[in-house]
Nanobody, 125 residues
């Protein structure tokens, strides 16, 4: 059972990236999926979550209005569209699955059962 997060890269401030999260060994299906990030020297923080049916979402204030989480069940993929990127968005981004909830899950690490390996997002001019 694995999650894979990819799509990171180097982007200038104001630019955009789309991260993707997919799975092997199980279907993302109806589970809540969260995105977390960890900047150098900082704790991992939860930034967004989407419910199993995609109908409910959560965003931390720092990304609200700039990031959009979505899911495509046919492709077994959850996306994080990141627009208007800022220097402070630089971090390793992780996706994680909560197999106990179908609604939006709390953005705390212990709520999530499986984690992707992380993808680096660097915002720099």
């Amino acid at each position: 059972v694995q999650l894979q997060a990819f799509g990171g890269g180097l982007v200038q401030p104001g630019g955009s990236l789309r991260l993707s999260c997919t799975s092997s060994g199980f279907t993302l299906g109806d589970y809540a999926i969260g995105w977390f990030r960890q900047a150098p020297g900082k704790k991992r923080e939860g930034i967004s979550c989407i419910s199993g049916n995609g109908g409910d979402t959560y965003y931390v204030d720092s990304v609200k209005g700039r990031f959009t989480i979505s899911r495509d069940s046919a492709k077994n993929t959850v996306y994080l569209q990141m627009n208007s990127l800022k220097l402070e968005d630089t971090a390793v981004y992780y996706c994680a699955a909560n197999l106990m909830r179908v609604g939006v899950a709390p953005m705390v690490e212990y709520e999530y059962d499986y984690w992707g390996q992380g993808t680096q997002v660097t915002v720099s001019s």
